[in-house]
């Protein structure tokens, strides 16, 4: 069966200028899904969707949208119509490299905003024609720093930790409406969200491709993945000792393999 037998004509992909949500539309065009791209970058969205429609023939709505902004998706509906999405990627999000005292107060509840609230208001509002359809398919993106608290991207490591149980939780509570839900957790990844920074993706980085490779072939088939063998391990340590000793590793991994002082990754 193929994805849009399975879920749907259309996909809606947040962070779809860059990075993994990029390679979602990409990946996705390619299996003749029709596409609504949301991001700030409206250069780019459109760049990419006049690439896909010319080399794939799908449909593409690009929706320059800041999902920091209270009213997004009174925005957003603007966009959809009456379009029906079938597959729902949330995938925008950004972090914060530093001491928590030290960062500005606006950009951590902005930072809350677009990782935890626009996620829960998207999937709340496309999961109700989801359910009457009986089909349909929710992502939403972890982290393997949402497996323990991180110390030196703290409030990036809870927002994460939310993607992880929310994914989880609906996964849980969906099914018996035949609709997929998949909480996707990369380690570092080599994209736009580590060169912009100027900070590490750490020892191994993975590629967008393997990542989105590793949520499609998951989607449908468990509640959540660690993209990344390295990455499993290290999501699995902290089960195997005490809470004490997994911040103090998690500290010391982030200060001498990740992070630049006073960084902004956006």
């Not at 879920?7 to 993994?20: D, E, K, P």
Request: hydrophobic share 40%; charged share 25%; with cysteine.
């Amino acid at each position: 069966m193929t994805l849009k037998e399975k879920y749907g004509c259309w996909a809606l992909i947040t962070g779809a200028s860059s990075g993994i949500g990029e390679e979602f539309a990409r990946r996705l065009a390619s299996e003749k899904m029709n596409l609504i791209l949301v991001a700030r970058r409206k250069d780019r969205l459109k760049n990419l969707a006049d690439e896909l429609k010319e080399k794939h023939n799908v449909k593409i709505v690009v929706a320059p949208i800041d999902l920091s902004k209270e009213k997004f998706m009174e925005e957003l509906k603007e966009y959809v119509e009456d379009r029906e999405v079938g597959l729902l990627i949330n995938n925008a999000g950004f972090g914060y490299s530093g001491e928590f005292g030290d960062a500005d107060v606006e950009q951590q509840t902005d930072m809350i905003r677009v990782n935890c609230i626009a996620p829960t208001i998207l999937a709340h509002h496309f999961v109700q024609s989801m359910k009457e359809r009986k089909k349909g398919a929710i992502i939403f993106l972890g982290s393997l720093v949402g497996y323990q608290p991180t110390p030196l991207t703290t409030t990036y490591s809870a927002t994460k930790a939310f993607n992880l149980f929310m994914g989880e939780g609906l996964w849980y509570e969906l099914r018996k409406y035949n609709i997929d839900v998949l909480a996707l957790n990369p380690g570092g990844t080599d994209t736009e969200f580590q060169q912009r920074a100027n900070t590490s993706a750490g020892p191994i980085p993975r590629t967008v491709q393997e990542v989105v490779n590793t949520a499609m072939n998951k989607l449908g088939k468990r509640p959540s993945v660690v993209d990344g063998f390295y990455n499993k391990v290290l999501s699995v340590i902290p089960r195997f000792i005490t809470r004490r000793s997994t911040l103090m590793i998690a500290g010391y991994m982030r200060k001498k393999l990740y992070t630049v002082p006073s960084i902004t990754i956006k």
